[in-house]
């Protein structure tokens, strides 16, 4: 069964610092999508960054990159020069390519990161 | 264009009562998901679908739970008989579907709606 871990419930860092979320997965797919998703009090759910499994390369959106260790089946999330509206429930997701369709995700518990000004 | 759109944005509700929630997801996708998310938990998928194919429905916890999609626009998610366990946020996602020779970066990515928060008294 697939399952994703966040290992790390709640995490702190000071503004303009840089901060790493963990999490791991665990699957027997070898094409697969993962995410990492930004929940605002709001409740909206926004994409942060994603990555294909078949590619070697980390994925990096501006100020956020990812650490994407498939062996290890880990993908961390760096946010770089942490800004105040970064503060927010983080969740990794993993999500699976079925027949060449889009799939449903598979998430973790979440990290509630508080930035400190 | 707009996003995915949920109503109630809010629903309170008697334990044994029905409930219906709506989803309108995004025009031209395809797919369409429910997830239910308990206070302070992750999302748990419920129900998945995708055109005319019959929907995934393994996420769903008991029969009191149901959904229907007319073809590829608007979904309700109905909980029957609601109980206290029910209370939650439900959130609605939509993404296209990544057919064959299809190119997009996106087209697999699942865009949110803001969900619907139901209290069961």
């Known amino acids: 069964a697939q399952t994703v871990t966040q290992s790390q419930p709640e995490m702190s860092v000071q503004e303009a610092e840089t901060v790493t979320l963990s999490c791991t997965y665990d699957t027997s797919e070898s094409d697969y999508y993962l995410f990492w998703y930004k929940q605002p009090p709001s409740r909206q759910m926004i994409l942060v960054i994603r990555?294909?499994?078949?590619?070697?390369q980390n994925a990096t959106e501006n100020r956020f990159s990812v650490n994407f260790q498939k062996a290890a089946k880990s993908f961390s999330l760096k946010i770089s020069d942490s800004q105040l509206g970064d503060a927010a429930m983080y969740f990794c997701a993993y999500s699976w390519n079925y027949g060449g369709a889009t799939n449903k995700l598979i998430f973790g518990t979440g990290t509630l990161l508080a930035v400190q000004p | 264009g707009a996003g995915v759109s949920q109503s109630p944005s809010n629903k309170v509700t008697e334990k044994g009562k029905d409930v219906e929630l709506r989803c309108d997801p995004i025009?031209?996708?395809?797919?369409l998901y429910w997830y239910r998310q308990r206070l302070g938990q992750g999302l748990e998928f419920l129900i998945y679908f995708q055109g005319n194919s019959a929907p995934d429905k393994s996420g769903l916890p008991s029969d009191r739970f149901s959904a229907e999609r007319t073809g590829e626009s608007v979904s309700t998610l109905t909980i029957q008989r609601t109980q206290q366990e029910d209370s939650a946020v439900y959130l609605c996602?939509?993404?296209?579907?990544?057919?064959?020779?299809?190119?997009?970066?996106?087209?697999?990515?699942?865009?949110f709606g803001p969900g619907t928060r139901l209290t069961v008294l």
């Open positions: 996602a939509s993404s296209l579907t990544r057919r064959p020779g299809l190119a997009g970066k996106r087209d697999n990515e699942q865009f």
């Open positions: 990555q294909e499994a078949y590619k070697q």
């Open positions: 025009s031209g996708h395809t797919a």
